[in-house]
């Protein structure tokens, strides 16, 4: 980032001009680095959308995507540009400001979320210090998008499944929010650059917070609606769920949105409780592989798992998925915030100095 600023401070120079004012240098540096940014991010969903398709299609011992470019690899785009040209259809009694509006909220949050998450050291759009608060409340504004969408298409099965999602993605933020405590603790920052280097010395630092992970990982598939917690698009129940009524751009948006929220929340995953861009020994040869591959490998195998979640995991019905996140999963993350504040008070100052000498801290 400083290198861009500089670049653009001395940019007119070379044309014979003074330098340029440093708030201009930094707008100019901040939205180009935000445009790459997001374009990859955009660019990449297209890949995890594939990925998807080929590992439930190999479970099902198919080929799945092989026709359009080479392996397939081109499938998704091909996909979304048959969305993009097709006409959108709007119910007659839908009211169409909000109906068309509710997609692009959801993706245009799905975006802002990945300001915050760092891709390795000094890799992150805006490295602020309440990263963790920041993404907290743009995950707590997406549930708007699902509402609106679902009230707005003058539908019942898309009003129920809103309604829904609604309370399935409100309860287990719940159970994420309390998990992310127990991180917070140990790391003492709500910067997840900070969060990550908590962890340069060693994982023994968040040993304790390993069941943590499972907890996230099953919180993560029903907040993303991931199978086995599909139930907003239960086809023998609700057709569709709450974007029953959409078609064509809005559609994408939707689905571009889901699959973006799944990305960044394996990321999160990685980056407090497994290191990040961190290699898993801090020794040659693996210190020589750029962090950025670390925390892409970590995010792929992340991913492999919830894919594979669907492949053997019935559905649940929705009181055992209350059930599960209201009696199972909040007491246990709310219980485990007591047990890492113990253990910050009481084992970390006898044992730390131990474990920081043996990982070579």
């Known amino acids: 980032m400083n290198a861009l ?42 890949f995890w959308i594939l990925a998807d398709r080929k590992i439930w299609a190999a479970v099902q011992l198919r080929r799945g995507p092989n026709v359009v470019g080479i392996f397939g690899l081109l499938q998704t785009f091909a996909d979304a540009m048959k969305f993009m040209f097709k006409e959108p259809i709007i119910p007659a009694a839908a009211n169409k400001v909000i109906f068309l509006l509710a997609p692009i909220i959801g993706a245009t949050l799905a975006f802002a979320a990945w300001a915050v998450v760092p891709l390795d050291e000094g890799w992150v759009v805006a490295d602020i210090n309440v990263g963790v608060l920041y993404l907290f409340a743009i995950s707590s504004l997406g549930v708007y998008g699902v509402i609106m ?7 019942k099965y898309g009003f129920l499944a809103a309604l829904r999602s609604a309370a399935q993605m409100v309860s287990y933020e719940v159970s994420i929010g309390f998990v992310i405590v127990t991180v ?79 990305v960044l929340l394996c990321a999160l995953m990685s980056i407090m409780f497994l290191g990040g861009w961190l290699p898993p020994i801090a020794i040659a040869p693996f210190t020589w592989v750029p962090g950025v591959i670390w925390l892409l490998l970590k995010i792929i195998v992340l991913f492999f798992m919830v894919s594979m979640v669907k492949a053997f995991v019935p559905r649940y019905r929705y009181d055992q ?20 504040a113990g253990w910050v008070v009481f084992v970390r100052p006898v044992w730390g100095p131990f474990f920081s000498h043996l990982f070579g801290g």
């Open 321 to 340: 998925l209350m059930r599960l996140g209201w009696k199972l999963l909040l007491p246990v993350s709310m219980a485990w915030v007591i047990v890492a």
């Open 184 to 262: 917070l603790i140990f790391a003492g920052s709500l910067n997840l650059s900070d969060i990550v280097r908590a962890q340069a010395h060693g994982w023994y630092i968040f040993s304790p917070l390993f069941p943590m992970l499972i907890v996230m990982f099953i919180s993560s598939l029903a907040e993303t609606q991931r199978p086995p917690f599909d139930l907003l698009e239960a086809e023998s129940e609700l057709v569709a769920g709450f974007m029953v009524e959409y078609s064509s751009t809005p559609f994408l948006l939707y689905f571009l949105g889901e699959y973006m929220n799944i």
């Open 5 to 46: 600023i500089q670049f653009f401070t001395n940019a007119p120079t070379y044309i014979g001009y003074g330098q340029m004012g440093y708030p201009w240098a930094w707008t100019i540096s901040q939205v180009l680095l935000i445009v790459i940014y997001q374009a990859v991010v955009m660019v990449s969903v297209a």
């Open 149 to 155: 969408g679902g009230w707005a298409s003058n539908s």
